[in-house]
């Protein structure tokens, strides 16, 4: 017997539909190099439309991909519903890749246009002619004081709009299988590989911002994603926030902490997210700004440190709300707000709960397999094993099925590469990525931990630990530390602070200061660039 309700597709047009109808009264703010630009979402509507009719007259083929390289910015927004809801697929560039990885990845998705910040021009313009499949540049002038190219291929976006007619009545998608966007991953080895999100993945995924066990985003609050558009589509909030008829900051080219302090400080910002990078860039200058209408710093990407978080609630009575995923699982997979199971907890043992990756959100299920006999692990909290996920915005393949056929299981699962211990209410507990854990003697050792562990000595800013080979024990940690300006701290110290935190043999062999972390495009902790920097470093080891 077959259900009788009505089939309607999963897809991006109502997203826009439902912005356009309900909430045109609400506002999308941009900060600029000069100022703000303001627009209601009926304005923003009304230029999508006219946006939508525009990629027709650029001649971009029906399903033809649409690049963007730009900062979050209101005019972003534009090109992430003109495009799929015209049945493009919305291609967002990194702009902090390496211009090969670049050059590769526009040629691979075959990019037909791309729309780019006027003031990232000096980055995109050199690679011009090595995209191969480009054939326009559509400039948006963000006011940099950048020469626009003098060449037939270069557009302007605004007198590209002001000739178009607004698309009229409703935009459809009905296949909601058919590719909304699509992002790659900064591949740390080989090539790039490319994840496809539909319109029904995009549209499920959206949704998960507003439940009560997540960002929770509603018409009340005011959103800011300071993660860029280009990271695995700012995890969704910029469709969420449309959904829910949320207002929008977008805080433009200036990420300096001070600039995103300033917004959330003048727009009254009730719910933000970026990556742990951003939020301990800012945490010095916290009393200099009144924050206090937040309520949510969604943050991920890499392990929120028990420090960060902690150091946060201290200051402004607000925790980070942790969360985990990747590229390929759109990005949002589990997400840590306090359960009831919580409350018996002392603040202690809370933030203990905090610093854990969190639970699976709905509709997608986790299981942790033993990477090396491919035995399903329990969930007690003590077993470790690689996270492997599934769900209906779990990527099933990569573009043109590429690089990286192992990491999809025979029955349909994705390997995340991820090393975890779940307990029994499924609270990830993340050990480290595969390829960072430290394998020493035959067992591991968590570089995620120790870095936690070094992160919260109060002179010490930043901490990565990575792995240099050893004749004796494999390999063995080395803590690469940032102390925070006018300290001074010793290796002996933090060895010190270490000793009642950590088994006696994960403490590190040797302490290195830097002047700073290395940073992904991202903003994660670059730890490739560190093995490279410390590529054939000596260290004596443990005695036994
Ligand atoms: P890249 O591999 O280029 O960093 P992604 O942004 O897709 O691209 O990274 C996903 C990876 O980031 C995850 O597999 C995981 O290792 C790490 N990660 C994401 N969120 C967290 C988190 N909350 N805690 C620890 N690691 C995380």
């Known amino acids: 017997m077959h259900g009788l309700m009505q089939q309607r597709p999963l897809s991006l047009p109502h997203v826009f539909h439902r912005a356009e109808q309900l909430f045109g009264h609400k506002t999308i703010v941009t900060a600029t190099a000069d100022g703000e630009q303001s627009v209601t979402i009926a304005e923003w509507a009304q230029r999508t439309r006219r946006l939508a009719t525009a990629l027709d007259t650029l001649g971009v083929s029906a399903d033809g991909r649409v690049g963007t390289f730009c900062w979050n910015t209101a005019r972003h927004l534009e090109l992430y519903l003109a495009a799929p809801c015209t049945g493009r697929v919305l291609h967002t560039l990194n702009i902090r890749l390496f211009p090969e990885q670049l050059v590769y990845i526009a040629n691979h998705a075959e990019d037909e246009v791309v729309f780019v910040d006027r003031s990232l021009l000096p980055v995109l313009w050199p690679l011009a002619d090595k995209f191969e499949t480009v054939r326009r540049y559509v400039v948006i002038d963000d006011g940099a004081d950048v020469p626009i190219p003098d060449d037939p291929r270069v557009l302007d976006y605004e007198e590209l709009l002001a000739a178009a007619e607004p698309y009229q009545g409703r935009f459809r998608v009905d296949d909601e ?30 949704l998960i911002s507003l439940i009560a066990d997540g960002a929770a985003l509603s018409e009340r609050d005011v959103m800011m994603p300071v993660v860029p558009m280009f990271h695995a589509n700012a995890w969704g909030l910029p469709y969420g926030a449309l959904l829910a ?42 009393d200099d700004y009144d924050v206090s209408s937040l309520r949510t710093i969604l943050c991920g990407g890499s392990a929120v440190p028990r420090s960060l978080s902690e150091a946060y609630r201290e200051k402004i009575g607000l925790p980070m709300l942790h969360a985990w995923g990747m590229t390929e699982t759109s990005p ?69 099925g590429e690089g990286g056929g192992a990491q999809f299981t025979k029955d349909g699962w994705l390997r995340t590469g991820d ?44 901490a990565a630990v990575i792995a240099i080979p050893h004749e004796k024990w494999v390999e063995r940690p080395l803590a690469c530390v940032v102390v925070k300006p006018g300290e001074t701290v010793t290796p002996e110290e933090i060895i010190e602070f270490l000793t009642p935190r950590v088994a006696k043999w994960w403490l590190p062999d040797a302490v290195e200061f830097i002047d700073e972390v290395p940073k992904t495009s991202v903003g994660k902790f670059s730890k490739k660039t560190l093995r490279d920097k410390f590529a054939g470093y000596q260290m004596a080891g443990p005695e036994e």
């Open 419 to 462: 090393v975890a211990s779940v307990d029994r209410y499924g609270f990830v507990r993340l050990v480290d990525r595969t390829k960072d854990l430290v394998k020493s003697g035959g067992e591991w050792i968590s570089s995620v931990e120790l870095e936690n562990e070094i992160m919260a000595h109060p002179k010490v800013a930043e």
């Open 177 to 206: 299988n058919t590719a909304a966007a699509m992002c790659y991953t900064s591949g740390t080895t080989g090539n790039p590989k490319g994840v496809v999100y539909s319109h029904r993945s995009t549209l499920l995924h959206s």
């Open 332 to 400: 949002i997979a589990t997400m840590s707000t306090a359960r009831s199971h919580h409350a018996a907890l002392d603040e202690s043992g809370r933030a203990d709960a905090r610093a854990r990756q969190g639970q699976p959100v709905p509709l997608v299920e986790l299981r942790l397999v033993d990477p090396d006999t491919g035995e399903e692990q329990p969930w007690d909290d003590v077993a470790t094993g690689e996270i492997q996920a599934a769900g209906p915005w779990i990527a099933r393949e990569y573009y043109r």
């Open 245 to 286: 008829g949320s207002d929008i900051v977008f805080p433009g080219p200036n990420m300096t902490p001070q600039a995103i302090l300033g917004l959330i400080q003048d727009h009254k910002v009730t719910v933000t997210g970026g990556v742990p990078t951003i939020w301990m860039g800012a945490l010095p200058l916290l």
